[in-house]
């Protein structure tokens, strides 16, 4: 049987990681394993206890979009790592975040953002992007209480570029790019109130830096700064046969 101490967990996890890790990727494992003994320090808890891992996992899974993804996925796995261990099972090569989006949507439209995502032909690496963006617009279409998507007008949809350049403010074409794409299927699957495109709504071109013009001091450094004398020509000794 295995013991129950959470340290022993802890201890035998990075046992493994600075076993089959390499060292940087085993010093993000060691302030994953920090952070939980603190939690559990601070609840006064020796023992593992694997509802208390659930909830430290539902905890990351709300910040995951407020502080970074990356920052939080070693914690999740090493939540897993003590799930396995105290179970008695092998540590696993990877351990999946099973929701990591940071709303819940109901099941019609959970079932009209799955369909968008089958209807995607973009590259594999690029899905993830659209479909984060495209359950955000059913989640606005949610929490404002739309039920028939034939009652979205262009004042909704503008509402909600409004609302998504909080957050991405610097990928606005993105957005724009997968709201036109939810348009245009919309349309095709029979939704024909569905505004057809975003007929007044454009991006400005992409701003270019402008670097400041030389003040006439530093023209007049950088034109002195080159040697202008003249060199003599060295004269080259001619042979004739």
Same mark, same amino acid.
């Given at each position: 049987m295995q013991p129950i101490s959470i340290t022993a967990g802890i201890?035998?996890?990075?046992?493994?990681?600075?076993?089959? &890790?390499s060292k940087e990727t085993a010093g993000y494992y060691a302030g994953a394993c920090e952070f939980i003994l603190t939690v559990y320090q601070q609840l006064n808890q020796e023992t593992y206890d694997a509802g208390l891992n659930t909830q430290i996992c539902r905890d990351i899974q709300k910040e995951?979009? @407020? @502080?970074?993804?990356?920052?939080? #996925?070693?914690?999740?796995?090493? !939540?897993?790592?003590?799930?396995? %261990?105290?179970?008695? +099972? =092998?540590? #696993?090569? /990877? %351990?999946? !975040?099973?929701? &990591? %989006? /940071? +709303?819940?949507?109901?099941?019609?439209?959970? *079932?009209?953002?799955?369909e968008l995502k089958s209807s995607l032909t973009v590259k594999s690496t690029?899905? =993830? $992007?659209?479909?984060?963006?495209?359950?955000?617009?059913?989640? %606005?279409? *949610?929490?404002?209480?739309?039920?028939?998507?034939?009652? $979205? *007008? +262009?004042?909704?949809?503008?509402?909600?570029?409004? +609302?998504?350049?909080?957050?991405?403010h610097a990928s606005m074409g993105n957005v724009m790019y997968v709201l036109r794409h939810i348009c245009t299927y919309l349309r095709k699957k029979g939704l024909n109130n569905f505004p057809t495109?975003?007929? =007044?709504? @454009? !991006? =400005?071109?992409? #701003? &270019? /830096? $402008?670097?400041?013009?030389?003040? *006439?001091t530093d023209m007049e450094n950088i034109l002195s700064t080159p040697d202008k004398k003249p060199h003599p020509v060295k004269e080259t000794t001619r042979f004739l046969c």
């Open positions: 201890n035998t996890i990075m046992d493994f990681c600075n076993e089959f &890790r995951l979009f @407020s @502080s970074g993804y990356n920052s939080y #996925r070693y914690i999740f796995r090493v !939540l897993g790592m003590l799930d396995d %261990y105290y179970s008695g +099972h =092998p540590f #696993r090569n /990877k %351990y999946m !975040l099973n929701n &990591r %989006y /940071k +709303h819940q949507l109901n099941s019609i439209y959970q *079932q009209w953002a799955d690029t899905i =993830p $992007v659209m479909y984060s963006i495209i359950r955000d617009f059913f989640y %606005y279409l *949610q929490q404002n209480g739309i039920t028939e998507l034939d009652c $979205v *007008q +262009h004042e909704f949809l503008y509402t909600f570029l409004m +609302h998504e350049y909080t957050d991405h495109e975003l007929l =007044p709504f @454009s !991006l =400005p071109l992409s #701003r &270019r /830096k $402008v670097l400041p013009a030389f003040e *006439q």
